[in-house]
């Protein structure tokens, strides 16, 4: 089995380089709960939450690293791999969700993973996952296509097929069925990677974790000064209403999580701090709200 | 076929009764859709959805009534009876969600339905399912007592055995897996009935949709004008994002219509209006916080 301590290593300090900025940049520390899950029926292993609530900036901020172990992959992991069904795997990565507190500034996802799984006889597989994703609340073209830039420009060194593959793949996997919508503007998403061999592999999913501030942060500095009002909170809070139904309706990984009793608290960090719903919300045409469903939470090529 | 024309009949009867008088205990009218689902691939029929949103008493109380037509039963419908597998069928029903402003008052959930299906071969075979299930944010024994037995009362007359049933399967229903977490203080549950004919079984499913108002309202009238404050409202706000969770993670009815192309803004009227999410939320010991989840959110015999 190829060492995997490095790429554990290069979780852990990914996600102390990511909250460290972040926390500089809101003003208020994330804390940290370090959590051991005991050999079971199902996962072992171990993680650090971090999160910031209620911060200066952001509402609610998580981003959890998690190294488990199981004795057997389950089916959702092998559908293109019967070889390895049942196998003992491996799995580890850094996730992340940032719900702004302003309305102008969107709100964030970010992932990057690798799964190990040795069957009886043959060698270990690896593949490797990723991306991130934008969902903004009021839309900007500046900040869709600076965003959308740097995903690309993390990706050129490993093929100028990867960009435009991932970046469908994320807008197709970030779409609400029952709204016909868009999440958000989109990113980039990939899953089952190994492509470039184990090391290659592992340097493009790493070239992603690593481009992600210079994606995220230039927009949070653009938009956090932002005046607005009752009527962008409002509006905010509806759309996050969105996030949810996302993530517990359609998201694999959240709803393969809670079902396959991963640890809830840690899974659920994805939530927004607060969200509404109602019914038939009017949206009055032409305005920027009307402008974000028609302009922004489609798919369009940003670059 | 067993003309349902009379159950339709019932259906739209119920619901207006109940909207008109929680209608008139809270003092702002019902809201009228009327909606029409044409002919396509999958669902046909029609129905009325009525709410209200930020009434005086109510911060959001949905109340639908639907009938629908589609060419095939779908396999989740049909998993204990094999013989009617794809099968032409019929479904209506009424189904309501009340979230209540005041956080002493409970959020309650009311469902009554019919399906029929009529096989290529064979006579049409029809089931009824329904119940009402209490889900408080402060518990009192007293509110829980009374809605008890008022299911029991509603049930007694189609043969002892079907509360203590009907009683059990909501407890294992309404179950919030992923919290080890009961969603509120149950009520009755059943699917799949049969067992007393068209008729028997039918009296039954009425029997129960006209206990509801007996069953919420004298709970409503004792909280609705009881004092409290920012904790209070912050607890019931952080109580629906469980409500939320379960809804959208467990429920078969909501995650079967929206993954299925139902009607999405009536699938989700049982959302709260607003709801909240905090990692790992500290309770004080011995607070009435404390025991809504100790003594309430537990699987009891109230009576």
Known sequence: MTDSSHVRSYLLELQERIISTVAALDGQPFVADHWHKEPGETLQGNGITRILEQGRVFERAGCGFSHVRGPRLPPSATQHRPELSGAPFEAMGVSLVFHPRNPYVP?????????????????????????????????????????????????????????????????????????????GIGGVFFDDFQELGFEGSLAMMRSVGDAFLAAYLPIVERRKDMAYGERERDFQLYRRGRYVEFNLVWDRGTHFGLQSGGRTESILMSMPPLAAWSYQRPVEAGSAEARLTTEFLVRRDWL
């Open 107 to 183: 709100t964030v996802h970010m992932n990057v993973r690798m799964i190990a799984a040795t069957p009886a006889s043959g060698p270990t597989a690896y593949w490797f996952g990723g991306g991130m994703d934008l969902t903004p609340y009021y839309g900007f073209d500046e900040d869709a296509v600076h965003f959308h830039q740097t995903c690309k420009d993390a990706l050129g060194p490993f093929g100028e097929d990867k960009y435009p593959r991932f970046k469908t793949w994320c807008d197709e996997y970030f779409y609400l069925k029952h709204r016909e919508e868009q999440r």
